[in-house]
């Protein structure tokens, strides 16, 4: 599993590489861009596993306005190129330097969610069950 390894409020941690989706700009289309200019790898997309909203002040390094509400869509995807050195724009390494984890470790690292640890984990035994994640926090 491709994650970001970064800190949040003091702590080493992975998160899912990701982002903000822009007006207008469809689901997968957004994926790609943020995935290609955290890791510098063209994916895609092969099949949306859960939806996992956040109600809150604070979010894995990302300040929001009290009392917004951010959703987010975590799909299952495949690596299509390696784009790095093939396009002129550079990795932004701002939200974390990308590290490819074992799924049979997920459980064992500081994965941001936690909640997101067993439901990733079970990737490596069967296709989980999709849906709806709920508000999530930590």
Not at 24 to 53: C, K, M, N, P
Not at 60 to 85: N, Q, Y
Not at 93 to 107: F, S
């Amino acid at each position: 599993m491709l994650l970001l390894q970064t800190s949040f409020k003091g702590e080493d941690c992975y998160v899912l590489p990701g982002g903000a989706q822009r007006h207008g700009e469809d689901t997968s289309r957004a994926l790609s861009r943020h995935v290609y200019f955290q890791t510098g790898l063209g994916i895609f997309a092969r099949r949306f596993l859960w939806l996992r909203e956040y109600i809150g002040p604070e979010e894995a390094g990302l300040v929001i306005k009290s009392g917004t509400h951010s959703i987010e869509m975590i799909f299952r995807c495949s690596v299509d190129a390696p784009l790095v050195g093939l396009l002129d724009d550079p990795i932004d390494y701002a939200a974390g330097i990308p590290e490819w984890v074992e799924l049979k470790r997920v459980p064992e690292i500081n994965l941001l969610p936690r909640s997101l640890r067993n439901p990733i984990a079970a990737l490596a035994s069967a296709e989980p069950a999709t849906g709806y994640l709920g508000d999530i926090v930590r």
